[in-house]
């Protein structure tokens, strides 16, 4: 198993920003790709970003390159996404996912319980 708990959400104003943290522990997380994945009301879980075991590789939403930024310290099991230029249209819950297989579908193996971040017009 793989536990995944994020931190970081909160309230910014439009333009602002934030950085998302997502702890893992559990089985060498290291050895798993990472993404996040986020739910705005009323709407479908989305893909955000994906950023393999090695950070070697990083994948995007079309909508948000240039803006997100996916990162990993895989010495202190955390993945990050830096969100830049927040727009209210970006308020959502977002989550941590953790697959042994690089992927952009929902169908990740582990999930956090997510993070509320809510931007302000």
């Known amino acids: 198993q793989v536990q995944l708990v994020e931190s970081g959400g909160g309230l910014v104003q439009a333009g602002g920003s934030l950085r998302l943290s997502c702890a893992a522990s559990?089985?060498?997380?290291?050895?798993?790709?990472m993404a996040w994945f986020r739910r705005a009301p009323g709407k479908e879980r989305e893909f955000v970003a994906a950023i393999s075991w090695n950070a070697v590789t990083t994948s995007y939403a079309d909508s948000l390159k240039g803006r997100f930024t996916i990162s990993r310290d895989n010495a202190k099991n955390t993945v990050y996404l830096q969100m830049n230029s927040l727009k209210p249209e970006d308020t959502a819950v977002y989550y941590c996912?953790?697959?042994?297989?690089?992927?952009?579908?929902?169908?990740?193996?582990?999930w956090g319980q997510g993070t509320q971040v809510t931007v302000s017009s």
């Open positions: 559990g089985r060498t997380v290291s050895n798993y790709h």
């Open positions: 996912a953790a697959d042994p297989r690089f992927i952009r579908s929902g169908d990740f193996a582990f």
